[in-house]
């Protein structure tokens, strides 16, 4: 079977049964088969969900990782697709399914010539990105010990099939989430007096934290704060005591983000305040941003190229992602694989363009051996002191 056949059939075979995040296990057993049928050897680092495998390193060299995430999320799927998911509330509505296939597709075309390969290509298939939690359970399994950079891709519905979006520097936000309980004192609708009504004031804080973005932030800054869940009261005559408010702030600037975050503290508690309820804040803990090594830029660039794909330089996303811890820790590498889907991430209706497919394991290949071939020539660079660092 053809190559772009084989990963379709995959892909395919992963949309059909989504699993949620910790909850991969026949994602993972699948991973698995299909990497033990191409002979590629599989690591046991002892995750729960999720696989680590590599390739090469016949001949020593550098590590360098390739990373797919592979969760999907809790949504009903509506794409009327034939191979749409079989299981009722799951869906991978982020092409996660597509992530995993590329990495795949990569591995087999490295595998391929793996006594070429002047390193090590390490496969992370992660679990649990949606809930920003797997790639800390990846660097704490040990896994990426001694690697030389990591490179990760997401595919990008309004990027042309073909493309591929590279951006040095900041690429996806930092995503912080937070719930606020806003007590106060319940009472008969009739008389609000005798009450400290929690929906008026949760109301108050919801408006009062526009501000942060329109009177906190700079022009050239920028930040969101969206309440996206307000939960309060049972009945229609009854001033409930209890208001309970969720959301998220999405920031690109660590300077940014603390003074936002600080922000956030003092309205919700001040405004609280002077309406007579008390707030308690709950932090949940989210990604810090996305921020690309300039320094492996060049590289990217050129195995974009190599594998035939037009680079287009990005505007940073919004969105979360938790590729973002693996850069806190070793040099990593950030991109947007065009898709040409028709909507956006975690939409019921979410797709992608299949021919992306092979394109996007060629461009992975490519991507992961320059790395292998430029961190060897450091290496013997910092031997010999021939090699120039500067450029990588
Ligand atoms: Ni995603």
């Known amino acids: 079977m053809l190559l772009e056949d084989q990963l379709i059939a995959i892909r395919r075979q992963l949309h059909e049964y989504p699993e949620v995040s910790h909850e991969e296990y026949k994602t993972t057993e699948s991973i698995r088969g299909w990497l033990t049928e191409a002979g590629i050897r599989i690591l046991d680092y002892g995750l729960k969900t999720g696989v680590i495998a590599e390739v090469g390193g016949l001949r020593g060299g550098p590590v360098i990782a390739l990373r797919a995430d592979i969760d999907a999320l809790p949504i009903q799927e509506e794409t009327g697709l034939e191979y749409a998911s ?3 509330g799951r869906m991978h509505a982020c092409g996660h399914d597509f992530h995993t296939a590329s990495v795949l597709g990569a591995a087999y075309l490295l595998k391929q010539r793996e ?16 809930r920003a939690e797997g790639a800390e359970l990846v660097l704490e399994s040990g896994a990426l010990d001694g690697v030389s950079a990591i490179f990760g891709m997401h595919n990008k519905p309004d990027l042309p099939v073909g493309t591929v979006g590279i951006r040095p520097g900041p690429l996806m936000a930092a995503a912080d989430g937070f719930v606020i309980e806003v007590l106060g004192q319940g009472t008969h ?13 949760a109301s108050h804080i919801v408006t009062a934290l526009q501000t942060i973005s329109s009177r906190n932030v700079g022009s050239l800054e920028s930040a969101v704060v969206s309440v996206t869940r307000f939960h309060s009261g049972t009945a229609w005559n009854v001033v409930p005591d209890k208001a ?11 300077e940014v983000r603390t003074r936002v975050l600080a922000r956030f503290e003092e309205v919700v508690r001040g405004v609280s305040a002077a309406l007579g309820t008390t707030a308690e804040l709950r932090w949940v803990k989210g990604p810090p941003a996305v921020h690309n090594d300039p320094a492996l830029a060049k590289l990217t660039t050129s195995a974009a190229e190599n594998a035939g794909l037009a680079v287009v330089e990005v505007e940073p996303s919004p969105a979360g992602e938790d590729f973002a811890y693996y850069q ?21 209706a979410f797709d992608l363009d299949e021919r992306a497919m092979p394109l996007s394991a060629e461009f992975l290949a490519e991507w992961a051996k320059l790395g292998v071939d430029r961190f060897s020539t450091l290496q013997v660079g910092s031997r010999g002191g021939e090699e120039n660092q500067n450029d990588l």
């Open 86 to 88: 079989k299981i009722p």
């Open 328 to 348: 806190k820790r070793i040099p990593g590498f950030f991109v947007f694989m065009g898709t040409s889907g028709s909507r956006e991430w975690h939409h019921p």
């Open 189 to 201: 609708a009739a008389v609000p007096e005798n009450g400290r009504d929690p929906i008026v004031a």
């Open 244 to 254: 309970v408010l969720d959301g998220t702030i999405r920031t690109f600037d660590p």
């Open 115 to 130: 006594d070429e390969l002047a390193g090590t290509v390490r496969l992370v298939f992660q679990p649990a990105e949606e």
